[in-house]
C-alpha cells in the first residue's frame, strides 16, 4: 500500500519541478522573459512630482499680490491635527491677505484661515473635495466659520470670509491655475 503513495509523491516532486525549470516566463512578474527586450526601447516617463502645499502657495502668490506666506503646518503644530493622517492632507501652509484688516478678524491667532487662508494638499482629487465638503456642511449655519473653499485637483485653497467675493475671485483664478 505504500507504494503507490510513493508514486504520487514523486509525481508531484517531478511536476514541480519541471515547472520550476520552465524558460517561457519569468515567475516573479509572471511575463515572458523576453518582454523586457521588447519594452527596452520604450520610452518610460519620470513620475509626476508630487505637489506640495509650498508650491501651490507658489504659484497663488503669482497671482494674488496681497498674499503672503504666514507658515507652514508640521505635525507637531497642526491645530486639526490632520496632517499625514489617512485620507487628509499631506501638506499645509497658511497665508495672510493684506486687504484684511486684523483688528476685524474674530480669531486672530497665527495660522487662522481668517486672517487669509490656508492650502491644504491630499493624496487624491477625491479626498480634497470631500474636505472641502466637510467644511462647507460644518460651517454652513454659522456665519462667523464660514470661509471661500476653492478646490483644484488634490489641492484646497480655504479662503477667509472676510474679504468680498470680488477679491475672493483672485483665489478662485488662482486655483484654476493649478489644474
Do not use: W
Amino acid at each position: 500500500m505504500r507504494a503507490p503513495v510513493l508514486s504520487a509523491a514523486a509525481l508531484v516532486i517531478a511536476f514541480a519541478a519541471m515547472t520550476a525549470c520552465s524558460s517561457g516566463s519569468d515567475q516573479k512578474n509572471n511575463q515572458p522573459k523576453d518582454a523586457t527586450a521588447a519594452t527596452a526601447g520604450a520610452v518610460t516617463e519620470p513620475a509626476a512630482k508630487e505637489l506640495s502645499a509650498d508650491d501651490a502657495f507658489k504659484v497663488l502668490s503669482g497671482k494674488v499680490a496681497s498674499a503672503k506666506l504666514s507658515g507652514v503646518v508640521t505635525e507637531d503644530d497642526d491645530p486639526n491635527h490632520l496632517l499625514g493622517r489617512p485620507n487628509q492632507y499631506t501638506s499645509k501652509v497658511t497665508f495672510t491677505d493684506s486687504r484684511i484688516k486684523v483688528d476685524d478678524v474674530a480669531d486672530a491667532e497665527p495660522g487662522s484661515v481668517g486672517l487669509g487662508g490656508a492650502i491644504e494638499v491630499f493624496a487624491t482629487a477625491a479626498d480634497s473635495q470631500a474636505r472641502a465638503d466637510y467644511i462647507q456642511n460644518v460651517t454652513k449655519g454659522m456665519p462667523m466659520l464660514a470661509e471661500y473653499d476653492f478646490v483644484s485637483g488634490t489641492v484646497l485653497i480655504r479662503v477667509s470670509h472676510y474679504l468680498t467675493p470680488t477679491q475672493a475671485a483672485d483665489y478662485k483664478a488662482a486655483a484654476a491655475a493649478l489644474g
